[in-house]
């Protein structure tokens, strides 16, 4: 076995020992790269599989404050994450965008007094300055009610919360932790860690290959996600005082229900509330379930009664029924929660919990829960508990609220702009693909275009508008290394490409992609 510190770009020296060792690769893992290499530490980051392939690709794609979290008083969560909404918008306006949600009164559920009330709550809690405030909305005039059964609903309420490319926003997170000296390793497991002298030893296997190697370093972060307990207890040797609850939420993704850009929030019988959101132009998002998961967290799958469930609990409410043969794709994620001792999966808490354990005197922070949300407060509070064991002070805590990330320097609203520039400097694009384009790099979109003077400086196209120089760019600079990474987490563009489309750029990628 080999040290791996003596192979690594950067200029690593021989035998060095990194301030910071994260092991996940999901929106925790690299949040904290990012903000732990823009303070000047030394950071190494391991996935066993790609970036965001876990927990954090399978989210109802929302930056939202948690509505429902108010009624089990959650209100730390709740402000936490409202206050992180405009935060997040500001800093990648091109992969988050705000939506407004309709929430229809439904007699014999919750009352709409107390809907006001968590929505005037929604509003103040945490210091909304530029989303819309919450308004009454008549369903019987106003055009957010005619997709809604018509005479069953007369009164709901229109409220904000963001939409997120949650795939991108973890590869964005690495990418800028990369570009400020960060070594991110993705197909690479962590097997052991090991207490070696004054430091850890992360003894690593390359998924690929099976070669090992290793890495050292001053102090440990687990952002294992449903695996943090096997991290802490068969790879580190210690036993966990926390324990994780696993809970699955399954989606579904059907043809495009209604004509607006408004998403829905459909309360159930059984207290549940389901979303119902635009999804990628030509389709609509549906979630999500809570059920309590046993299992292999990388086997789980949306099961038949989970899609049902959700089909019912649209057609309570839509005019336009929907059904399980609709359905163009369907996800499920495992949330790694922190075990409350709720009773019941929809109750457990979705705040964070970190367990600090110091074996030796060597550092290890394990995560526990955690929301796409609050990454950002979740890596800064992280940092604050190691910040006695890291040396690095080149910015103050706070700065990745306020510095973009990649490609997310420009106007909260400028990306339809943007594309109009790229269509200008590049008069071959289509609009479809120079609004894709800007919507997912921001402003990096034209170096994905390169300089580009015809549609055959893109060379090849794989299908819809996926061409060889993007997916170029994708392997050279956000760790794409199949078909799969690209079509379902760099993009979504897998609902648009057929199955043959994606097995030939699977091909060219093993032939060209090196």
């Known amino acids: 076995m080999t040290d791996l510190s003596n192979d690594l770009p950067h200029g690593d020296r021989p035998g060095r020992v990194f301030d910071l060792a994260i092991i996940g690769g999901g929106i925790n893992g690299c949040g904290i790269a990012r903000d732990a290499a823009g303070r000047g530490n030394s950071v190494f980051l391991c996935e066993m599989n790609d970036l965001a392939s876990g927990t954090s690709s399978w989210s109802s794609k929302l930056i939202h404050g948690g509505l429902r979290y108010l009624e089990y008083y959650e209100f730390r969560l709740v402000r936490e994450a409202l206050m992180e909404r405009e935060v997040l918008w500001q800093i990648a306006p091109h992969i988050i965008r705000p939506l407004r949600f309709v929430l229809p009164h439904h007699a014999g559920l919750r009352p709409a007094w107390l809907l006001r009330l968590g929505l005037f709550m929604y509003d103040y809690l945490g210091g909304r300055r530029l989303l819309p405030a919450t308004r009454t909305v008549d369903l019987a005039r106003d055009p957010v009610g005619k997709p809604l059964v018509p005479g069953r609903f007369t009164k709901g309420f229109e409220y904000s919360d963001c939409f ?28 052991e860690a090991r207490r070696l002298d004054d430091c850890w030893q992360v003894i690593l296997e390359d998924t690929s290959t099976g070669a090992q190697n290793s890495i050292k370093a001053r102090a440990l972060v687990n952002a294992g996600g449903p695996w943090v307990e096997d991290v802490l207890t068969r790879r580190a040797g210690i036993n966990a005082k926390a324990k994780v609850r696993l809970v699955q939420g399954s989606h579904i993704v059907v043809p495009r229900l209604y004509e607006h850009d408004h998403a829905y929030t459909f309360q159930n019988g059984d207290g549940r509330v389901v979303f119902v959101i635009p999804f990628q132009n030509d389709f609509t998002l549906i979630g999500t379930t809570d059920r309590d998961y046993d299992g292999d967290p990388s086997k789980v799958k949306a099961s038949a009664e989970e899609i049902a469930y959700l089909c019912q609990s649209v057609n309570d409410y839509l005019a336009k029924p929907v059904k399980p043969e609709d359905v163009a794709w369907a996800y499920a994620g495992v949330r790694p929660l922190y075990d409350d001792g709720a009773s019941e999966a929809k109750a457990a808490t979705r705040d964070y919990v970190f367990e600090f354990d110091a074996p030796g005197g ?77 919507h997912a790099y921001g402003t990096r979109a034209r170096k994905v275009l390169d300089n580009a003077a015809s549609a055959a400086d893109l060379g090849r196209l794989f299908g819809d508008t996926l061409t060889e120089r993007e997916v170029r760019y994708l392997i050279a ?23 043959s489309e994606v097995k030939a750029l699977d091909d060219w990628i093993v032939t060209h992609g090196g």
């Open 164 to 191: 997120v490319d949650d795939a991108r926003l973890v590869v964005l997170n690495a990418r800028d932790a990369a570009d400020r000296g960060a070594v991110i390793r993705t197909r690479t497991r962590a097997v």
């Open 362 to 438: 060597l550092p290890l922070l394990s995560i526990f829960g955690g929301k796409i949300t609050t990454y950002r407060r979740l890596s800064e509070e992280a940092l604050e508990r190691l910040e006695k064991y890291l040396p690095g002070k080149a910015k103050p805590a706070g700065w990745t609220g306020t510095t973009p990330l990649p490609g997310g320097d420009l106007d909260v609203s400028a990306a339809p702009a943007l594309a109009d520039e790229l269509i200008r400097d590049h008069s071959f694009l289509s609009r479809a693909l120079a609004l894709r384009l800007a």
């Open 477 to 499: 600079h956000e760790f794409a290394r199949s078909a799969e990474d690209i079509v379902w987490r760099r993009s979504k563009l897998g609902l648009r490409l057929s199955p």
